[in-house]
């Protein structure tokens, strides 16, 4: 199968002004070339495929968005080399542009009095679609989304679910072989969320689109993502599928047990977090309910069960995989 993207090596400094506190330091600040060097992106490879959907994750400021601007052609990287579609995306940013689609989640890209249609118009002018090819895309995304009221609603009234959802489809409007998503769910309801999902799985599934998203929630993972690349600090964590991911979670399981009320004290919590650390039990509360999180290699969900009776009163429990999120939450703090 043909990559869609390549990253050899690919680094990003940023150079920012060091800061100085107080009046004496800004003042300092006016007059210095203090700089120093962030790295935002440090030493990434990667090859993803035509047609494959990614996750790529990280914790704020990993990074992230400054990949996908390399990507998209809107950042030089500092050193390292990246073909998209067999393109350097900042050398040939036109030709690059007209073969992807870019949605960042809390700004549109759309004409913002203009009616959804007439934004659509525009991009087909600029993107020299065909009447057909249009048409028959217009016809996709009814059959996906319910486009009509939407078309002839100017994107300044629209709601933030609406407008997240114009902006994607206009995104994939033109028939990119790749589309970037960063963040694209951030602030929508539990419905819209979905809706979205399945909107990207149709058209990836459809026009075999690449898609690379980012995203802090693990529903779209879930949704979406067969593979996930993790970076933290510029630098690769991880790069697999999902399935590889629970395979190496494997034995872990999530106990959730409700324990009595007059119970729940700090000192309840504290007892356990002593009796359990050492067997790298992980463990929150919420509201009435402890969760810990078990690694069945180390220790057996019955022991820690009995433990726990021993100090407080169980009234019910819960006992299932470890999440998505717990998972990614581990990678982050403890790598993998
Ligand atoms: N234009 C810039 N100038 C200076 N530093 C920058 C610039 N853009 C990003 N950075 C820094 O680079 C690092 C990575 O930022 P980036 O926006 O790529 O993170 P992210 O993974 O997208 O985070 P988030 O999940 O919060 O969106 C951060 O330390 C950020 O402050
Ligand atoms: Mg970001």
């Known amino acids: 199968m043909e990559n869609s993207i390549v990253l050899k090596n690919i680094t990003k400094e940023f150079k920012v002004l060091n800061r100085h506190e107080g009046l004496k330091g800004s003042i300092r600040d006016l007059f210095s070339r203090d700089y120093k060097t962030v790295t935002a ?19 704020n400021g990993a ?26 995306p900042w050398e040939d940013r036109t030709s690059n542009c007209e073969k992807i689609g870019v949605v960042f989640g809390q700004r ?18 600029i993107y020299m679609i065909e009447d057909k090819n249009y048409n028959d895309m217009l016809d996709f995304y009814a059959s996906i989304v319910d486009l009509e009221p939407l078309l002839h609603k100017p994107v ?27 963040e694209p769910t951030i602030g929508l309801d539990v419905a819209m969320k979905s809706n979205i999902r399945d909107l990207i799985a149709a058209i990836n599934e459809q026009k075999n689109t690449t898609v690379i998203l980012t995203t802090h929630d693990m ?24 399935e590889h991911l629970k395979k190496v979670f494997g034995s872990y399981r999530t106990l959730s047990l409700r324990i009595r009320s007059s119970q729940m004290t ?17 463990i929150s509360t919420e509201n009435n309910w402890v969760s810990l999180v078990i690694n069945e290699d180390r220790i057996k969900v019955m022991d820690v069960l009995s433990g726990v009776q021993e100090n407080g009163s ?16 581990r990678i982050y703090t403890e790598g993998i």
Request: include cysteine; glycine fraction near 8%.
């Open 156 to 182: 300044r009234q629209m709601s933030l679910g609406q407008r997240t959802l114009s902006d994607i489809l206009a995104s994939f409007l033109h028939s990119p072989e790749v589309v970037f998503l960063d």
């Open 219 to 242: 529903g779209d993972v879930d949704a979406l993502c067969k593979r996930i690349v993790i970076i933290d600090k510029g630098k690769m964590l991880y790069d697999n599928d999902m």
């Open 41 to 59: 992106v440090d030493n990434v490879s990667l090859e993803i495929k035509k047609g494959e959907i990614v996750g790529y994750l990280g914790p």
């Open 108 to 125: 549109s890209q759309l004409w913002w009095s203009l009616p959804l249609v007439e934004s659509f118009k525009l991009l087909k002018d």
């Open 266 to 282: 700090d000192d309840f919590i504290t007892s356990l977090e002593e009796r359990f650390s050492p067997y790298g039990i992980s």
């Open 314 to 329: 169980i009234k019910d429990m819960k006992l299932e995989e470890i999440s998505t999120e717990e998972v990614i939450k």
């Open 63 to 88: 990074g992230k968005s400054t990949t996908i601007k390399i990507m998209t052609g809107i950042l030089k990287p500092t050193s390292g080399e990246i073909m998209v579609n067999g393109k350097t």
